[in-house]
């Protein structure tokens, strides 16, 4: 295996030549912002768990509940071992809650978009797609086979000159964009998009992975302006502000059973353990039922970006833009040393030249962090370095 262990070597020596090399730290996460790394305690703006229900005592109360009920896994692919009335229930949920006929669950957000794409378009489709979307998007569109083209970020006349170009050669066609984009926390048009997806007899899929929970009084992306937008696919995530695990999408009855019979990530994968459809119930009870909770992470955010004199901030992620990646994992290590946890984002998670801080707020952070936080990054010179970069 000597060829294989030079061949390892070989690319991880690039990786760390071109500051792009990522390591796993071992950090324990509290029930609050806080967090401990190398034993000493520091406050995460790192984490996407927006609402804190992973470590509420009533999601964590039904989790166990389910353990001792049911057992820790599930045992095997849904369609074997059987549906579970958990996952029953926490179908119905989310369907009633994003105002959908039906949801499917799947194991997780990616598995859910790899397996959902290829279900809906294949050789001789056409899928466009948002030149920011997230990984799984792209992945599940090469998945499919299908003509893939990507249109520029959040640009409506630009989906539509590609519409127009290639809609009538082809046979379906399918709209892929991210509601909130996870690495610049700005929102999908999706209002104008679903529009002129039917205008092309498209199908408009948004990734809603940051957007449950805290966009849209807590429905997400396609609730922006209250009443739904008519957004055919809404897909997320179990594991963002629901703080548990898992993916679904949400849409009519007919395309949710047919995506129970064609996608192969539901279909070859062990179904969801009963703890987590228990915890993700739990916590939909409590983000329907708080809307002080939904809008504390925004507020946080905003908190934020008023500090520094930033644009006001449409999620509870905020970029700074720093733009090469050794100088990102500086300003992420000068930051450490002051106490916080926020992680340098590089490529290929990020266009080339667009490196940055991803700083992500809770409910749970507290005020006085917020703004320390804020005045450690302007103190660094950061913000500056964020516009030169915008501007280059």
Known sequence: MDSLNRFAAEKLARIRAAGLYRGLAVTERGPGADAMRDGRRVISFSCNDYLNLS?????????????????????????????????????????????AEDAVVFGSGYLANIGIVPCLAGHGDLILIDELAHN??????????????????????????????????????????????????????????????RAHDAWLLTDDAH????????????????????????????????????????????????IRNR??????????????????????????????????????????????????????????????????????????EKGFLVTGIRPPSVPEGTARLRVTFTAAHDDADVLALADAIAALGLIGQERRAESA
């Open 55 to 99: 470590h509420h005592p009533e999601v964590k109360a039904r989790a166990q509940a389910a353990i001792d009920a049911y057992g820790a896994g599930s045992g095997a692919s849904r369609l074997v071992t059987g549906n579970h009335p958990l996952l029953v229930e926490l179908e119905a949920r989310l369907a009633r809650l994003k105002g």
């Open 136 to 197: 799984c998007l792209y992945m599940g569109a090469r998945a499919s086979g299908a003509e893939t083209l990507v249109f520029r970020h959040n640009d409506l006349a630009h989906l539509e000159e590609l519409l127009v170009a290639r809609r009538a050669h082809c046979g379906h066609a399918l709209i892929l964009t991210d509601g909130v984009f996870s690495m610049d926390g700005d929102l999908a048009p999706v209002r104008p998009m679903a529009a002129l997806a």
């Open 211 to 258: 957007g449950l929970g805290v966009i849209g009084d807590g429905r997400g992306s396609s609730f922006i302006e209250g009443d739904k937008a008519d957004v055919p696919l809404q897909m997320g995530t179990l594991s963002k502000a629901v703080g548990g695990y898992g993916g679904y999408v949400c849409a009519a009855r007919a395309v949710i059973d047919y």
């Open 263 to 336: 996608a192969r990530s539901f279909i070859f994968s062990t179904g969801l353990p009963p703890a987590s459809a228990a915890a993700a119930i739990a916590a939909l009870d409590i983000i329907e039922r708080d809307p002080v909770l939904r809008a504390a992470p925004v507020a946080k955010a905003r908190l934020f970006t008023d500090r520094l004199g930033l644009s006001a901030p449409q999620s509870p992620i905020v970029p700074v833009i720093i733009g090469g990646a050794a100088e990102t994992l500086a300003a992420s290590a000068a930051l450490m």
